[in-house]
C-alpha cells in the first residue's frame, strides 16, 4: 500500500518523499549506460548557447569558451555574455511576469515541478556525464549531483504543498483568521559550479514554485550545465517569463543583478567574499526600491573532523579521506582540518598518509581514478600557494604538487602539525588539502574545531556516549555528524546550511527552506 500525504484543497496528492537512489557503475548494464551517455555528450561538445531572456534567445557577440578541466584543449561549449542593459532587462522582465506568476494556482507549480523532476530522472545519465565533462566530477559525485537536483524538485513540491493553503490561526471570537503564504517578487539565483547542477536546480526551483520568477547568473565554469537545466525547466513547462538563464561576470550583470529595485531576493552559493559583497550591495536600497531585500546565502567552510582515542582509527581514517578529498576537496561541507586525540594521532597520521597513496588522480571520465581535476588554472594556482604556505607551517605527510596529466590535476596532500594559528588551520582552500592537528583530549578537540569563522559542518569519531552528548551540544555547526564523514548531506534528511560566516544557515533541503521565498500574511475578518 502507498502512503500518500494530502492538504486540503487543490493540492495533489503524491507519494511520500524517499531519496533518488543512486546508480551502482559497479555493475555491467550500468557502466555500460554511463559510457554510452558520455559518448552522446562528447557528439555535442563544442555548441553554441545563446542567452535566454524571458524565452527569447539572444546573441551579444561577446563569448565565453567552457573547457573540460580534465582536458582543457577539449571545448565544452560557447555561451554568449550578457550586458550591463540586458541584465537590466531581464529583471524589468521578470518583474512585469510576476503577478501572472504568482496568481498561478501552487498546484499547478508544483504540477510543473513535478514535470522537472521526471525530466531530470530520465535525463540522468545524460546529466551525469555533463557533470563529468564540465565540472571534473567523478561519476559517482555526479550522480550524488543529478540525484540531489532530483531530490530538491520531490522535496519542494511536497513542501510548497504543505504551505499552500491558509494557515490555521487562533480565532477570537467574531472573528475569522488565518494566515497565508504569499511570493516575494523577482529573485536572483547565483549557484556555484562545484554543484553545478543540484544548487542551481535547488535554488532555482524553491525560487520558482513559491511563486517568485527569477534571473538565473550561473557560473563561468559550468554555463553548460545550467543552460541543459534551462532547457529543463521549458520542457517542464515553466512559461517563459517566469525565468531567464544570464552568463557573464560578476563585476559586469551581478552587480546590476543584485541592486537593480526591483529585485526582491538574492539567492546565493560561493565564496564569502563574494557573498559578503552581494550582501552590502543588496542591503542598500536604492532609488524606486520598496522593500528591504532578502539574502540567502551559503558561504563556504573550514570544516573540522575530531577523532579522539578509544575509536576504530581505520573507520575514522576512511571518512576523513572521503571528506576531505572527494570531489578533490571542492566542497563547502568538505573536511578540511583533522583535529586528533594525542593518544591516536601517530597511528592516524600513518594509516591517513597510506591511504591517501592509495588514491589515484585523472581525469574524471576514466573511473578507475578517485579524483578529478580541480576546476581551472586559477585554482591549481591557488591552491598550490596554499600547500606552498602549508609546508612552511607543519610537516608535509603525503602529496604537496600537481599530479602527472594535462589537466588540472593535484595530488591529495596531507599536512600534519598544523597549529590553530596557521593560515592552513584558518582559512578555506577549496581544494585536496588537508591540515591535521593534535589535541590534548576530546574537550581541546572541541574548542580547536570551533576556533573558526566559519561554522558549517563537523563530525566528531567518539565511542564515549558523555562526548557525543557534548559534541552535540557544543560542535558550532549548521550540520554535525557522528562517527561519520561531514559530507554527503542528503535532501529532507540532513537539511544543509551553516553559522557564523558560513552563511544564513537557510538550511537547503529542510522544512523551512521554502519560506526564504515567501512572506506571511495574516487576515482577520469581522463575522455579521
Known amino acids: 500500500m502507498t502512503t500518500t500525504m494530502t492538504t486540503p484543497g487543490s ?15 559497479t555493475q555491467p548494464a ?5 559510457e554510452a551517455a558520455l559518448a552522446s555528450v562528447r557528439a555535442q561538445l563544442g555548441r553554441s548557447y545563446p542567452l535566454i531572456l524571458a524565452g527569447a534567445r539572444l546573441h551579444t557577440g561577446d563569448q565565453l569558451r567552457s573547457v573540460n578541466p580534465s582536458r582543457p584543449s577539449e571545448l565544452i561549449g560557447v555561451h554568449e ?48 556525464a555533463w557533470l563529468v565533462l564540465e565540472a571534473g566530477k567523478s561519476w559517482n559525485e555526479a550522480e550524488a549531483d543529478v540525484s540531489e537536483a532530483i531530490d530538491f524538485c520531490e522535496y519542494y513540491a511536497r513542501q510548497m504543498m504543505k504551505l499552500a493553503d491558509p494557515i490555521p490561526t487562533f480565532q477570537l471570537p467574531g472573528e475569522r483568521s488565518e494566515m497565508v503564504y504569499i511570493p516575494l517578487g523577482v529573485g536572483i539565483v547565483i549557484p556555484p559550479w562545484n554543484f553545478p547542477l543540484a544548487i542551481l536546480a535547488g535554488m532555482t526551483v524553491a525560487s520558482l514554485v513559491a511563486g517568485n520568477t527569477v534571473v538565473i547568473k550561473p557560473s563561468s565554469d559550468t554555463p553548460t550545465i ?20 544570464l552568463v557573464g561576470s560578476g563585476a559586469v550583470v551581478g552587480d546590476i543583478l543584485v541592486q ?21 550591495l543588496a542591503a542598500k536600497a536604492q532609488p524606486g526600491q520598496l522593500w528591504i531585500k532578502r539574502v540567502v546565502a551559503e558561504m563556504g567552510g573550514k570544516d573540522a573532523i575530531v577523532v579522539d582515542r578509544g575509536v576504530d582509527v581505520d573507520d575514522a581514517v576512511k571518512g576523513v579521506i572521503a571528506a576531505a578529498f572527494g570531489y578533490q576537496g571542492q566542497k563547502c561541507s568538505a573536511c578540511s582540518r583533522a583535529i586528533v586525540h594525542q593518544d591516536v594521532y601517530d597511528e592516524f597520521l600513518e594509516k591517513l598518509r597510506a591511504g591517501v597513496a592509495r588514491l589515484s588522480v585523472g581525469p574524471a571520465d576514466e573511473p578507475a581514478h578517485a579524483m578529478g581535476p580541480v576546476i581551472n588554472d586559477s585554482a591549481v594556482k591557488n591552491i598550490l600557494s596554499y600547500i606552498e604556505t602549508g609546508k612552511s607551517e607543519g610537516r608535509l605527510v603525503a602529496g604537496g604538487g600537481r599530479a602527472p596529466g594535462d589537466g588540472y590535476f593535484i595530488e591529495p596532500t596531507v599536512i600534519a602539525d598544523i597549529p590553530p594559528q596557521a593560515r592552513l588551520f584558518r582559512e578555506e582552500i577549496f581544494g585536496p588539502v588537508l591540515a591535521v592537528t593534535k589535541a ?8 580547536l574545531a570551533n576556533d573558526s569563522d566559519y561554522g558549517l559542518t563537523g563530525a566528531a569519531y567518539t565511542s564515549d556516549p558523555a562526548r557525543i552528548d557534548k559534541a552535540k ?10 562517527n561519520r564523514k561531514c559530507t554527503g548531506a542528503m535532501v529532507g534528511v540532513h537539511p544543509f546550511g551553516g553559522f557564523n560566516m558560513s552563511g544564513t544557515d537557510s538550511k537547503a533541503g529542510g522544512p523551512d527552506y521554502l519560506l526564504q521565498f515567501l512572506q506571511a500574511k495574516s487576515i482577520a475578518e469581522k463575522l455579521r
Not at 501552487?106 to 515541478?113: M, N
Not at 590534548?440 to 574548542?447: N, P, S, V
Open 11 to 25: 493540492a495533489p496528492a503524491l507519494p511520500e518523499f524517499h531519496n533518488e537512489p543512486y546508480l551502482d557503475f
Open 30 to 34: 550500468n557502466r555500460a549506460a554511463m
Open 81 to 128: 555574455k550578457a550586458t550591463a542593459d540586458l541584465a537590466r532587462q531581464a529583471v524589468d522582465s521578470a518583474h512585469a511576469f510576476f503577478p501572472t506568476w504568482s496568481a498561478t494556482p501552487a498546484s499547478r507549480r508544483v504540477e510543473l515541478l513535478l514535470n522537472a523532476s521526471s525530466i531530470l530522472r530520465r535525463r540522468k545519465l545524460e546529466f551525469d
Open 226 to 245: 545550467a543552460a541543459q537545466f534551462a532547457s529543463v525547466l521549458e520542457e517542464a513547462g515553466f512559461p517563459a517569463g517566469s525565468f531567464s538563464l
Open 260 to 280: 537593480h529595485p526591483k529585485t526582491r531576493f538574492v539567492s546565493f552559493t560561493g565564496s564569502r567574499e563574494v557573498g559578503l559583497r552581494i550582501n552590502e
Open 440 to 447: 590534548r583530549d576530546f574537550d581541546h578537540a572541541l574548542e
Open 473 to 482: 551540544k557544543e560542535f558550532f555547526v549548521g550540520n554535525l555528524y557522528l
